[in-house]
Structures are given as C-alpha cells and as structure tokens.
C-alpha cells in the first residue's frame, strides 16, 4: 500500500472559452442594437397677414388660455374638459350645423387644449375650424 501523501494540485480555471463567448455576445450585441441620435428641434410658429379680416355669418368664438381655461363666446366654461365645453358649444351653435368655430388660443397653451376644443366641435358636428392669428406687425411690437 501506498500511503505517502500527494501533492495537491491547485485547479486551473482556463479563461480562454469565456472570453471567446463574451466576445461573440459582445459582436452579435453590437451588430444587432440600433442607434438613434435624439435631436432638439427649434422651431418658430408661423405668423400670418391677412389683407383683411374675413366675417363669418354664425361664428363661435372660443378662447384658450394658457392656464387651460376656456371661453365660448366671451363667456367662461365652467370646468375644464371636453364634455363640458360640448355643452357649451351647442348650446353657442344652438342646433346650426354650419357655424364656424374660431380657436383663439394663447401662444402659451398647450397643445391638448386646442385639440380639446376641436374634439368638443366634432361631437357636435362643427366641421368649419378656424384659427385666429395675429399680424407680423403686432408679433414684432412684443
């Protein structure tokens, strides 16, 4: 019987395998992700001259302010969503179906403002949509 004691080997982990993997994830990774360079627009909303102002028969004026308020006629809406400025629209259009609505928004309002106004005219069938500008020469008074 052998009974000396044998030399222990300290276990060698061989990197190479896993590199080669890492590399190969690393190269299909690159490969197949796509890049998009995000860029900042500026942009500058137009101003329009009009020779003269045009003047409607049945015409309802509807003011947006830049805290979101509405108002219909010169009158104010009371609450802010679209269910209540429909009721105000109709009951401003009083069942014509050809009155033109024009949006008067302030160059501060936002965006879902203006689009509500426009939804409130399509639930009651205003489909003649306007929207008031200033002149060049006001713009550049400011």
């Excluded at 030399?7 to 490969?31: A, Q, W």
């Excluded at 137009?46 to 830049?66: C, F, K, M």
């Excluded at 219909?72 to 209540?84: D, F, P, Y």
């Amino acid at each position: 019987m052998n009974f000396r004691s044998r030399s222990r080997e300290e276990p060698e982990i061989n990197l190479i395998p896993f590199i080669d993997v890492l590399l190969v994830v690393l190269i299909f990774l690159m490969l197949s992700t796509t890049y998009s360079r995000f860029t900042e627009l500026q942009l500058k909303l137009p101003v329009a001259d009009a020779d003269a102002q045009r003047d409607y028969p049945n015409e309802i004026v509807v003011g947006v302010t830049s805290d979101g308020r509405y108002l219909v006629q010169g009158q104010a809406v009371s609450g802010r969503g679209v269910e209540a400025l429909t009721q105000a629209l109709g009951a401003a259009a009083q069942g014509a179906k050809t009155s033109v609505v024009i949006i008067t928004a302030d160059a501060t309002a936002t965006h879902q403002s203006v689009i509500s106004v426009m939804e409130a005219a399509r639930r009651n069938s205003l489909n003649q949509i306007t929207f008031a500008t200033q002149s060049s020469a006001a713009a550049g008074s400011r």
